[in-house]
């Protein structure tokens, strides 16, 4: 059994320490746009995705110990002061901690992808996890899906165009191979080295969600 590692870093947080929902601007200290990444693994991603826009605040959330504990190294090791680390199951997170309407994009890469049948329904990407999701999408925020998984990144373009108040910014595609300008996680480039192909989902949000 793997051991459970104390984090002690100043990006980690605990969320049971915080308000619900969170005052994200007065945690960060400024008012940037908030960026969710859903699954963060071990940070490889958020890390060169922040450095690229430090005017953008960073939310990195996975149940991964270990995988927070290298995200937290990693983001100190390059000064970076927009992420903030937590440990947590998407869903709980986003009811709990964020306010509706106020998240300018979240990233969700190369989530598990359950691959046998009678374990599809555990896929954190559905259609119902869209519905219950976009309320806290800004409008005009974005919604960025990749897996190297070809069965899931075909089910989650096949059901996007049904999901009301999204706009397909790869359109006539539903999908793409390559993003322009967007950084790999470590799954995918571990995938990539196996030859495999990273499907791309980027939408937009056009509409305020009735619950906003
Ligand atoms: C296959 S790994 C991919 C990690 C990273 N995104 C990458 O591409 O390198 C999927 C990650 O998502 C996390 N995860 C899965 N379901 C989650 C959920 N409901 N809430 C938070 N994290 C989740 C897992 O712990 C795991 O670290």
């Not at 983001?75 to 709980?92: D, H, K, P």
């Amino acid at each position: 059994m793997q051991s459970f590692i104390q984090i002690d870093s100043p990006l980690y947080l605990r969320a049971e320490e915080l308000s619900s929902p969170v005052d994200w601007a007065s945690l960060f200290g400024n008012d940037n746009p908030l960026v969710l990444e859903i699954g963060s693994g071990t940070g490889d991603f958020v890390a060169k995705t922040a450095t690229d826009r430090p005017d953008r605040n960073y939310i990195a959330i996975d149940y991964y110990n270990k995988g927070c504990y290298k995200t937290c190294r990693r983001l100190e090791l390059l000064g970076l002061a927009n992420v903030r680390v937590l440990r947590e199951e998407a869903r709980q997170f986003l009811l709990e901690r964020i306010p509706l309407g106020s998240l300018v994009a979240v990233h969700i890469n190369c989530p598990d992808p359950w691959p046998k049948k009678r374990h599809r329904k555990r896929r954190l990407v559905n259609r119902q996890f869209l519905e219950f999701f976009l309320p806290y999408l800004a409008p005009g925020g974005d919604f960025f899906f990749a897996t190297d998984f070809d069965d899931y990144g075909i089910d989650v373009a096949e059901f996007m165009p049904q999901v009301a108040g999204v706009t397909n910014l790869l359109a006539p595609e539903l999908f793409r191979f390559e993003l322009e300008g967007y950084h790999l996680s470590r799954y995918m480039e571990k995938f990539m080295a196996q030859g495999k192909k990273i499907h791309y989902v980027h939408y937009k949000k056009v509409i305020p969600c009735p619950a906003i």
